[in-house]
T-cell receptor
């Protein structure tokens, strides 16, 4: 069965400090992995997808198939990064379905 | 393009009543997805619909829940005889032709409270 695990419910960091949000997954095939972000009172929006290998708002995420991880990183956190972050997996045999982790609340303090 | 619109934003129902949640996809989008988020949990997939068709309903509870996406009008998620455990945030997403392989855009959700 596929599963997405985000072990940290809350991550509190100081502005300018590095931040890393952990995401581990279990899936027998080669899934697509995503990070979604939800800022306060806004809708869920796509931040990153592993196939595009982009850096968005300073965030990067590398898919490590050996460790089945897709951790999200940013070297210098900003106050506007405070939000809820969700890691999600899309199985290749079920394109319409996203499997979400429970989410990590990030709080960046000045 | 106003984005995916869900209404109502908040819905309160007494146990045993029916709840109807509406989702208007983005213009040009023909695929709709419904997710449910229980407190302290991530979003859980419920159903994937195309116009007039249910593509994948593997996440839908077997009883009391149904969804439709008619040729005209919004997608509707219907919950009959609601119980306290149905209290949750329900999110809708839509994507353009290409369906699940393309990016899905989310609405702001409907928060259902059963009293």
């Amino acid at each position: 069965a596929q599963r997405v695990t985000q072990p940290e419910k809350l991550l509190s960091v100081f502005k300018g400090a590095p931040v890393e949000l952990k995401c581990n997954y279990s899936y027998s095939g080669s899934p697509e992995l995503f990070w979604y972000v939800q800022y306060s009172r806004q809708r869920l929006q796509l931040l990153l997808r592993h196939i595009s290998r982009e850096s968005i708002k300073g965030f990067t995420a590398d898919l490590n198939k050996g460790e089945t991880s897709f951790h999200l990183k940013k070297p210098f956190a900003q106050e506007e990064d405070s939000a809820m972050y969700y890691c999600a997996l899309r199985p290749t045999d079920s394109w319409g379905k996203l499997q979400f982790g429970a989410g990590t609340q990030v709080v960046v303090t000045p | 393009n106003a984005g995916v619109m869900q209404n109502p934003r908040h819905l309160v129902r007494r146990r045993g009543q029916e709840a109807r949640l509406r989702c208007s996809p983005m213009k040009g989008h023909s695929h709709v997805y419904w997710y449910r988020q229980l407190p302290e949990e991530g979003l859980k997939f419920m159903v994937y619909l195309q116009k007039e068709n249910i593509i994948d309903e593997s996440g839908m509870p077997k009883e009391r829940f149904s969804a439709e996406f008619p040729k005209e009008g919004p997608s509707i998620l219907r919950i009959q005889q609601v119980v306290r455990g149905d209290s949750a945030a329900y999110f809708c997403a839509s994507s353009p032709p290409g369906g699940g392989r393309t990016e899905a855009f989310f609405g702001q959700g409907t928060r259902l409270t059963v009293v």
